[in-house]
């Protein structure tokens, strides 16, 4: 049973260009939600995304865009890059968002992000 | 608004001593509080979750944790402490919207 797969696993970036990471979630989950996770500090909630919509968002500039297909694999995409973005994207992926939680979180190992 | 705190940075053990990383938290509603584990370079791994019931929780790799609602915490424990369980761990909180808030984590070192 695969877990949750990202790619690419390292990429590096310059300022202003656009990026877009890849998720998928694992077998049988149909929520996924992405975070970011700078160098010393726990993951930041982005945003996450259930029935192919937006179900819940952070504190996240609309540079951060995500897509999520009918095969419940998702895209991060994020716009006009500043060093800031510099970190480790980690995605997760659970069942059923919206109702009360509780439902176990599985991350994928992640994709570093190098904004130069 | 909803905030985890992990209050020490770092924790230092010997081997085959007990462990604990501290934990609390500040959510509205029910709070639904986690674990995970991350090795360098890699993703986060869960560990054991509290959702309701029996106020210890039993989870992966020997590692259990107690939560104490009327002190916000939920810390996490292991009786004998192995050096691989070195690593650096996270505890977060989820409310009923599902989404989920991290502590800064907690650098755990077990010295042989």
Redesign the interface.
């Known amino acids: 049973d695969a877990g949750?797969t990202q790619s690419p696993t390292h990429l590096i970036k310059t300022r202003g260009q656009q990026v877009t990471l890849r998720c998928s979630p694992k077998s049988g989950h149909d929520?996924v939600?992405w975070?970011q996770q700078a160098l010393?500090?726990?993951?930041?909630?982005i945003f996450?995304y259930y029935e192919e919509e937006e179900?819940?968002r952070?504190n996240f500039p609309d540079r951060f865009s995500g897509h999520q297909f009918p095969n419940y694999s998702s895209e991060l995409n994020v716009n006009a890059l500043l060093l800031g973005d510099s970190a480790l994207y980690?995605c997760?992926s659970?069942l059923a968002?919206?109702?009360?939680?509780?439902?176990?979180?599985?991350?994928?190992?992640?994709s570093w992000l190098t904004v130069v | 608004a909803q905030s985890v705190a992990q209050p020490e940075d770092q924790v230092n053990v010997a081997e085959g001593n007990p462990l604990t990383v501290k934990c609390t938290y500040s959510v509205s509603g029910n709070p639904y509080l986690f674990w995970y584990v991350q090795y360098p370079n890699r993703g986060l791994q869960f560990l054991l979750k509290y959702i309701t019931g029996d106020n210890l929780v039993k989870g992966s790799y020997g590692f259990e944790a107690e939560f104490n609602k009327s002190q916000t915490s939920f810390h996490l424990k292991k009786p004998s402490a192995l050096v691989s369980d070195s690593a650096l761990y996270f505890c977060a909180a989820d409310t009923n919207a599902g989404k989920s808030t991290f502590g800064d984590g907690t650098t755990l070192t077990v010295k042989p």
């Open positions: 949750v929520t939600s975070y010393g500090q726990g993951p930041q909630f996450q179900r819940q952070g980690l997760a659970s968002a919206g109702v009360p939680s509780g439902n176990t979180i599985y991350f994928g190992e992640g």
